[in-house]
T-cell receptor
């Protein structure tokens, strides 16, 4: 079955470390997105990519980095510059509009700084 | 920029009662609108979406939503709540823009979420 796989499900990071969250999709979607979820704040866009080798900053990109070397993969690195990284991170992908437009979400990665 | 407002961060209903979750968007041009449901420590599941076709949209699990342009609203309803409906619900809007290749994509803007509690 097609879908989005995020790994790991739980991740613990020491202060000062960089960590990378994995997101893989086999839906043949062109666009991929990373969102951060905090209680009471909904979901906020970190980065998005509409095509391979291209990506744009979202609303809260500071302290994060991404790459899009393959259509199927959009990993997110949480760097030591992110001052408050503890959160639930969701990856999503989508078709272009007018072609069964909609977003599919992964099951998320919960990152905790220890 | 698009903004989405969900009125009420917590809604509590009795089993069998009407569920009404409120959502308003800010764009003057009607965007694509979505309702998602999230269970603890899981991703988001699409309940329904409005894409400029019928204004009354039916979704999964007995939910429906009505798009009202004059009120810039897209409220979610279900006639009779079940215990299994207890979850967090998110309204989202997507403004579409064309990229260099002429393809339309949209970034989803989410409301802050409404936690639905269902009492026996």
């Amino acid at each position: 079955d097609g879908g989005i796989t995020q790994s790991p499900k739980y991740l613990f990071r020491k202060e000062g470390q960089n960590v990378t969250l994995s997101c893989e999709q086999n839906l043949n979607h062109d666009a991929m997105y990373w969102y951060r979820q905090d209680p009471g704040q909904g979901l906020r866009l970190i980065y998005y990519s509409q095509i391979v080798n291209d990506f744009q900053k979202g609303d809260i990109a500071e302290g994060y980095s991404v790459s899009r070397e393959k259509k199927e993969s959009f990993p997110l690195t949480v760097t030591s510059a992110q001052k408050n990284p503890t959160a639930f991170y969701l990856c999503a992908s989508s078709y272009p509009a007018g072609a069964g437009y909609g977003y599919t979400f992964g099951s998320g990665t919960r990152l905790t700084v220890v | 920029a698009q903004s989405v407002t969900q009125l009420g961060s917590h809604v509590s209903v009795s089993e069998g009662a009407l569920v009404l979750l409120r959502c308003n968007y800010s764009s003057s041009v009607p965007p694509y609108l979505f309702w998602y449901v999230q269970y603890p420590n899981q991703g988001l599941q699409l309940l329904l979406k409005y894409t400029s076709a019928a204004t009354l949209v039916k979704g999964i699990n007995g939910f429906e939503a009505e798009f009202k342009k004059s009120e810039t609203s897209f409220h979610l309803t279900k006639p009779s709540a079940h215990m299994s409906d207890a979850a967090e619900y998110f309204c989202a809007a997507a403004d579409l823009k064309r990229n260099a290749g002429g393809t339309s994509y949209g970034k989803l803007t989410f409301g802050q979420g409404t936690i639905l509690t269902v009492h026996p």
